[in-house]
């Protein structure tokens, strides 16, 4: 049984850097198994499954819309690591903790492959735990000198701006950001793409519905999109479905890690995948 705690110990640079080896490696992530919902109660339990002739695992989310009135998080969750030959069990990992920690690795693994090197003004949307890490997982690859939070909720702003040594600010404050981060629960698009520079680089991570989005058209047409499978993004992608975006129009993380095109998209736009898990959660493993 691995605790929140441990898995939180291995850090954005080693899952970075563990992603990265894993695509550099040969990872297909067009090949991977679909993520499945299934409802229950007031929200979903996702099944997110993923392996090959190592290892093997299971994610089992369970996200539950109603659970901040609560006083309890929104996502919890397990993760079980097999051994794939005899699939024989590993591990159990904590399932939110994984997720905190492996949304913004690849967050900051985009990042790293397009942004540019000098990035230094962050803005963030969002007040809640995908937030904050994913101002520690930029920090780990750019050197952010200045971070902004936009968040609906007042007073959780405030107390991340205050955690994250960051200030408050309004949507309009991508205008002069290098680097935009949407962590949101948000089904409409957030802010104005035309107030966008020319060198931003906007990383959307709060939906994988198709009728949700945190960006609008001009965004997505404005700045190309980095997804982690081409399949996945327009099943599951609403920023880039609404935006009428095909397969032929979209750049992976795994033509970027093994440079077999010069292209460089400013939307990284993200739904999570299995295969993230499953590296990250080996990482853990490995690292205890």
């Known amino acids: 049984m691995i605790s929140a705690e441990q898995v939180s110990a291995l850090g954005f640079p080693r899952a970075i850097a563990a992603l990265r080896a894993a695509l550099a490696g040969g990872l297909d992530p067009e090949t991977e198994p679909a993520r499945v919902p299934i409802g229950f109660g007031d929200g979903e339990v996702l099944v997110m499954p993923s392996g090959d002739e190592r290892i093997a695992g299971i994610k089992l989310v369970g996200i539950a819309p109603g659970n901040p009135a609560r006083g309890l998080p929104r996502i919890h969750g397990v993760y079980v690591l097999f051994d794939a030959p005899t699939l024989v069990p590993r591990a159990i990992l904590d399932g939110a903790a994984l997720t ?17 090197p000098d990035a230094r003004k962050l803005v963030v949307f969002g007040a809640g735990p995908q937030a904050l890490g994913h101002i520690r997982a930029l920090r780990a ?41 949407c962590c949101t629960t948000a089904r409409e698009p957030l802010f104005d793409g035309r107030l ?19 960006v609008d058209t001009e965004t997505v047409r404005r700045c190309g999109a980095l997804v982690e499978s081409r399949a996945t993004a327009v099943r599951e992608a609403g920023d880039l479905i609404q935006a009428g975006i095909t397969e032929d129009e979209l ?23 299995g295969w993230e898990d499953l590296v990250i959660a ?6 205890l």
């Open 196 to 214: 966008l520079g020319d060198r931003t680089v906007v990383v959307a991570v709060g939906s994988h519905e198709p009728a949700a989005r945190e």
């Open 282 to 287: 080996d990482a853990v493993v490995t690292d």
């Open 251 to 273: 750049v992976t993380f795994a033509d970027l890690v093994r440079g077999t095109t010069p292209a460089r998209p400013r939307l990284i736009k993200t739904v999570g995948m």
């Open 100 to 116: 905190s920690l492996r949304t913004p690795a690849v967050s900051a693994l985009g990042v790293d492959l397009v942004a540019p």
């Open 141 to 181: 690859v750019r050197p952010l000198d200045s971070v902004r939070i936009v968040g609906r909720n007042r007073d959780r702003a405030a107390a991340l701006a205050a955690e994250a040594g960051a200030e408050l600010a309004g949507p309009e404050s991508v205008a002069d950001a290098d680097i935009v981060a």
